[in-house]
């Protein structure tokens, strides 16, 4: 897996506890090697981490890819105490007030965010609502090294985006848009009864 050996330690505080959280993914242009190993392309990360034989996985642990997508900051305590969640005007001196800056953040700590590719993007100004179709359908076309089954649109600015709270589903400061699954016809062939 891609993560870094060494984080930056310029840009990390002593005092502070980082919680990276991204997904893990299998690159398109590596599957063809394992597909004999995998029912399907989007089952072969959970099965590779379901394995009992680690050896029998280190070959494909070695190209799986983690995407960072976000951070959360604990203060350490000084005693044997809980460590305190950083709140968002904190994670400002850490990371910056937007999503974009935290993501530029830990590309730089040494993460990869998808900034390079372009997976993730920047909607502004009052044209944004008129902007989002596009920039949803451009994102679901986009050719890219692993598959997606959906968008999440967010606020940039973190101060409001921690504001708006969260239900007990989701956060209400983005929204998911998904992608219609693909369908097929089958026949069946036999039923065998046991």
């Known amino acids: ?6 984080l930056s330690t310029t840009r990390l505080e002593n005092n502070i506890r980082f919680e990276m959280r991204g997904e893990i993914y299998f ?26 034989d680690v050896d029998e996985a280190v070959d494909v642990l070695n190209v799986l890819r983690f995407r960072c997508y ?7 305590s000084d005693s044997q105490g809980e460590d305190t969640l950083l709140s968002a005007e904190q994670m400002l001196a850490v ?18 965010t998808g900034l390079r590719e372009g ?7 009052v044209s944004a609502h008129q902007q989002l179709p596009d920039s949803v359908t451009q994102l679901f076309s986009a050719e890219r090294d692993h598959q997606i089954d959906g968008v999440v649109i967010r606020f940039n600015d973190e101060i409001l985006y921690e504001a708006l709270g969260s239900t007990s589903h989701h956060p ?4 998911a848009f998904k992608q219609e699954s693909e369908i097929a016809v089958t026949e069946i062939l036999a039923i065998e009864t046991s």
Do not use: M
């Open 1 to 6: 897996v891609n993560l870094p050996k060494h």
């Open 27 to 52: 690159p398109i242009r590596e599957f063809d090697r394992f597909s004999d190993r995998f029912d399907s392309y989007r089952n072969a990360v959970p099965g590779t981490f379901g394995r009992k």
């Open 70 to 76: 976000d951070v959360v900051a604990f203060r350490r």
């Open 95 to 112: 990371a910056g007030a937007t999503y974009f800056e935290k993501l530029t953040w830990l590309q730089n700590v040494g993460f990869d």
């Open 119 to 125: 997976t993730t993007r920047l909607i502004h100004g």
């Open 172 to 175: 209400r400061g983005s929204i």
